[in-house]
């Protein structure tokens, strides 16, 4: 009987040690599952060369106020205290490394660590219309309705070992208005055609994603553009001398000649329809049609045989009869005095 007792005294003794085992042992699984859910973030996301990048950490289910926080780069202690959940850092040239770690220990007494490294670097994108300008212009040819636009990115990678990351071996994420491009991204697809929008009441918004193979190196880049109406200005072409380019007239030419050419030098019309001859010239003096008289529509001659003195108003149309592109179009006038 004595025996007996005893047996149940243990019994009930190593139950009770059992069941409090149960019971704690998920308490502090769980803490340790809270207090290590912290992120650490930077912004910007794709940070450039000497750019200041804020580095902060987050947590959903800790408050990181009052943990202590360490901050490291690249293994010097910058700043530790509690609450120090965010820092601030100024980056260095392309192709160097900033190399984060934030060491925290929660309230609870629980302590892990973060790290980021930032490799800076950069994409640019040019682009141009394929649109028509004179071979004296030394501006930008740019996009007008419907036009194609060639977008071309130009990236500054350099990697650890301090050289210059072919440019063909970089992926290139293409989007436009936060739309993935994707039959036009992908490993070396640094070159993007579009056509142009019909008016220039909304702007295309392009974006270019750059990165290495390996995600090592990222840099981001957007520009932001309206197609432009095409015009036409006019020249003074000299019997010898050819067209005078270096002036232009806009509302009045003195007619101090017997005889004058003018040509009318088209700007921002799509080139492959100039090319193929798809614009079409409708000159009108005084509101009567006018049909040139040499082999070129975009040159009218205008002569004053009679001597007399007075005015005369010359107008010029220029339709794109590509029915896709039916929007370029160009109407001016001058006043001719004479």
């Not at 994108?125 to 300008?133: E, F, M, P, R, V």
């Given at each position: 009987m004595?025996?007996?007792f005893?047996?149940?005294?243990?019994?009930?003794?190593?139950?009770?040690?059992i069941?409090l085992?149960?019971?704690?042992?998920?308490?502090?699984?769980?803490?340790?599952?809270f207090?290590?859910?912290?992120i650490?973030?930077?912004?910007?996301?794709?940070?450039?060369?000497?750019?200041?990048?804020?580095?902060s950490?987050?947590?959903?289910?800790t408050?990181?106020?009052?943990?202590?926080?360490?901050?490291?780069?690249?293994?010097?202690k910058?700043?530790?205290?509690?609450?120090?959940?965010?820092?601030?850092?100024?980056?260095?040239?392309?192709?160097?490394?900033?190399?984060?770690?934030?060491?925290?220990?929660?309230?609870s007494?629980?302590?892990?660590t973060?790290?980021?490294?930032?490799?800076?670097?950069?994409?640019?994108?040019?682009?141009?219309?394929?649109?028509?300008?004179?071979a004296?212009?030394k501006?930008?040819?740019?996009?007008?309705?419907?036009s194609?636009?060639?977008?071309n990115?130009?990236?500054?990678?350099?990697d650890?070992?301090?050289?210059v990351?072919?440019?063909?071996?970089?992926?290139?994420?293409?989007?436009?208005?936060?739309?993935?491009?994707?039959?036009?991204?992908?490993?070396?697809?640094?070159?993007?055609?579009l056509?142009?929008e019909?008016?220039?009441?909304?702007?295309?918004?392009?974006?270019?994603?750059?990165?290495?193979?390996?995600?090592?190196?990222?840099?981001?880049?957007?520009?932001?553009?309206?197609?432009?109406?095409?015009?036409a200005?006019?020249?003074?072409?000299?019997?010898?001398?050819?067209?005078?380019?270096?002036?232009?007239?806009?509302?009045?030419?003195?007619?101090?000649?017997?005889?004058?050419?003018?040509?009318?030098?088209p700007?921002?019309?799509?080139?492959?329809?100039?090319?193929?001859?798809?614009?079409?010239?409708?000159?009108?003096?005084?509101?009567?049609?006018?049909?040139?008289?040499?082999?070129?529509?975009?040159?009218i001659?205008?002569?004053?045989?009679s001597?007399?003195?007075?005015e005369?108003?010359?107008?010029?149309?220029?339709?794109?009869?590509?029915?896709?592109?039916?929007?370029?179009?160009?109407?001016?006038?001058?006043?001719?005095?004479f």
């Amino acid at each position: 009987m004595r025996q007996h007792f005893t047996q149940q005294i243990i019994t009930h003794h190593f139950t009770i040690i059992i069941g409090l085992t149960l019971l704690f042992v998920p308490l502090f699984t769980n803490a340790q599952t809270f207090d290590n859910d912290a992120i650490i973030k930077m912004s910007p996301r794709f940070p450039k060369p000497y750019e200041t990048v804020d580095i902060s950490l987050s947590s959903t289910s800790t408050n990181l106020n009052q943990a202590t926080i360490s901050w490291f780069i690249n293994n010097k202690k910058q700043v530790s205290g509690t609450g120090e959940y965010a820092i601030q850092i100024k980056l260095g040239d392309a192709g160097s490394s900033a190399q984060i770690r934030a060491e925290i220990v929660y309230l609870s007494g629980f302590q892990t660590t973060r790290n980021i490294t930032i490799r800076p670097a950069s994409v640019d994108i040019l682009w141009s219309g394929h649109t028509y300008t004179p071979a004296f212009y030394k501006g930008r040819a740019l996009p007008s309705s419907n036009s194609f636009i060639i977008f071309n990115a130009v990236p500054s990678f350099i990697d650890s070992r301090g050289n210059v990351v072919d440019s063909s071996k970089i992926i290139y994420s293409w989007s436009h208005r936060g739309v993935q491009l994707g039959g036009s991204s992908g490993y070396g697809a640094d070159r993007l055609v579009l056509e142009g929008e019909p008016t220039s009441q909304q702007s295309m918004i392009i974006s270019v994603t750059a990165s290495t193979p390996d995600g090592a190196i990222e840099a981001q880049e957007t520009v932001r553009l309206r197609v432009v109406n095409p015009f036409a200005l006019f020249y003074e072409k000299h019997p010898l001398n050819g067209v005078g380019y270096e002036q232009t007239f806009f509302n009045t030419l003195e007619f101090t000649k017997e005889e004058m050419t003018i040509r009318a030098e088209p700007y921002y019309f799509s080139l492959d329809d100039i090319f193929n001859n798809l614009l079409t010239y409708e000159w009108r003096i005084n509101r009567k049609d006018v049909l040139p008289q040499g082999n070129r529509d975009d040159e009218i001659t205008l002569r004053n045989d009679s001597g007399g003195r007075g005015e005369a108003r010359v107008a010029l149309r220029i339709r794109n009869t590509n029915l896709d592109k039916i929007l370029q179009e160009f109407v001016g006038a001058f006043t001719l005095r004479f």
